[in-house]
């Protein structure tokens, strides 16, 4: 039965993202500075890095970045790096995983990683205990999350970085999770495959979320585009807002999420995308109702309400009067 259901879960995640997301293992480590480290390090997954207590530089090629208690660092595939303890003692949680495309691939990749963990070898400080196969490099974060829906494509300044530092409130939220697919691989509970499928799909989308606020964070204090971006957005408004878009598809056009877009939208124009959006219709609709051959119920539709009734009442709310009181009024 469990078995079923994760494969509906895959099943899912196959047809409405093109990859399933696995992880490979999850390793907990504690030194202090007289413990051997090795110089570099290289996994064909991506890695997870939670530091749970210490202070630690991470070296990556010409790169580092100093990791303090509760810091969380995402590093792609393929990339060299390694530790360098700058505290007394040093608590840390690895958690290796990727992405695979296709069924087959899926079933290869776990059997080889259950081959592997059979004949376990010795665990390597600097990384997973168990050969990784290397198709699992191959496929993006991004590629898996479809970033480019959301402006951020397979080109852009974040997704060519080696590694990620998590900096929102998304931090939190990623350790918890870690820990818990940590926890639940370890034990033998039941449907302990679907727990760890479930958790790992929402780490990823977490993840997600903390590269997009990095991302739209960036656009704020680099060279004004968010600026840029709202003004975009405005023009595409001010040509199809009596057809019926809406706010969050204003977002998307300009590839920003539409919390993000609604506050850069109001901190440039002074009034909140939606209430822009309503005014606008509201002035058509008002000229419209200026020609008495014209049907209230066709207006409310040429000016972009989705309804008569909401048009009534968005009209009443914003001019007090109704509609017919204002043709009334004007003639």
């Known amino acids: 039965m469990s078995n079923k259901l994760l494969s509906a879960i895959e099943d899912n995640i196959f047809l409405s993202e093109g990859s399933?997301?696995?992880?490979?293992e999850g390793l907990e480590h504690s030194y202090d500075e007289k413990d051997y480290l090795p110089d570099e390090s290289m996994h064909n997954s991506h890695e997870l890095l939670y530091l749970r207590e210490g202070r630690i530089e991470l070296v990556l090629g010409n790169e580092s970045v100093t990791l303090t208690k509760g810091s969380v660092v995402v590093i792609r595939p393929l990339v060299r790096h390694k530790v360098v303890i700058k505290s007394g003692k040093v608590d840390m949680l690895n958690l290796y995983f990727g992405f695979v495309h296709e069924y087959s691939d899926l079933e290869k990749t776990r059997e080889?990683?259950?081959?592997?963990?059979?004949?376990?070898?010795?665990?390597?400080?600097a990384g997973p205990s168990v050969s990784i196969p290397g198709s699992l490099a191959k496929i993006s974060l991004e590629s898996f999350l479809k970033f480019a829906d959301l402006g951020i494509t397979e080109d852009t300044?974040?997704?060519?970085q080696p590694f990620f530092v998590i900096k929102g409130?998304?931090?939190?939220?990623?350790?918890?999770?870690?820990?818990?697919?940590?926890i639940e691989d370890s034990?033998?509970?039941?449907?302990k495959e679907i727990m760890v499928q479930t958790l790992t799909v929402e780490l990823m989308i977490i993840i997600a979320r903390a590269i997009i606020s990095e991302w739209e964070e960036s656009l704020r204090v680099k060279n004004g585009k968010a600026k840029e971006l709202v003004a975009i957005a405005k023009q595409y408004m001010d040509e199809n807002f009596d057809q019926g878009i809406t706010v969050s598809e204003a977002a998307?056009?300009?590839?920003?999420?539409?919390?993000?877009?609604t506050r850069a939208f109001r901190d440039e124009m002074g009034i909140s995308p939606m209430n822009y959006l309503m005014k606008k219709r509201i002035e058509k609709a008002c000229k419209l109702l200026q020609n008495n051959e014209i049907k209230v119920s066709a207006i409310s539709l040429q000016s972009g309400f989705s309804s008569p009734q909401r048009f009534n009442v968005a009209f009443r709310k914003q001019m007090g009067m109704t509609p017919m009181e204002y043709r009334k009024k004007y003639l």
């Open 20 to 24: 399933v997301p696995i992880v490979i």
């Open 112 to 125: 080889s990683l259950r081959s592997n963990k059979d004949t376990q070898k010795q665990i390597n400080s």
């Open 157 to 160: 300044e974040i997704t060519r």
């Open 169 to 182: 409130s998304e931090k939190k939220e990623i350790n918890q999770l870690a820990e818990r697919i940590v």
């Open 187 to 191: 034990k033998n509970f039941y449907a």
């Open 252 to 261: 998307a056009y300009v590839f920003l999420s539409q919390g993000y877009f």
